[in-house]
């Protein structure tokens, strides 16, 4: 049974920072391409960052230089470290793991971030 828990989202200022973190269970984490996607109120769902088994890291560039994605395969948990927030963050953040072919998303945490 595949099962993901995501946590870490919640209100936070301009110029903030938060911390997401996704645990997994019932994939193949160590095998298992990682990303993170977001979905703001009104437009399509996009995606943020990836990481790939090997550790190697691609970001949108609105978020580059801001957020860091990264993995630890023992706890089968992906992270997503975000600083200096911006309104335009504000979005239901949602992991996603590619394994054997098959994609499998986590349930969303809200981040809010104000003026």
């Known amino acids: 049974q595949v099962q993901f828990v995501e946590s870490g989202g919640g209100l936070v200022h301009a110029g903030g920072s938060l911390r997401l973190s996704c645990e997994t269970s019932?994939?193949?984490?160590?095998?298992?391409?990682m990303d993170w996607y977001r979905q703001a109120p009104g437009k399509q769902r996009e995606l943020v960052a990836v990481?790939?088994?090997?550790?190697?890291?691609t970001y949108i560039d609105a978020v580059k230089g801001r957020f860091t994605i990264s993995r630890d395969n023992e706890k089968k948990t992906l992270y997503l470290q975000m600083t200096n927030l911006k309104p335009d963050d504000t979005a239901v953040y949602y992991c996603?793991?590619?394994?054997?072919?098959?994609?499998?998303w986590g349930q969303g945490t809200q981040v809010t971030v104000s003026s």
């Open positions: 996603k793991a590619f394994d054997l072919g098959v994609d499998y």
């Open positions: 019932g994939i193949i984490f160590r095998s298992s391409r």
């Open positions: 990481i790939t088994t090997d550790g190697t890291t």
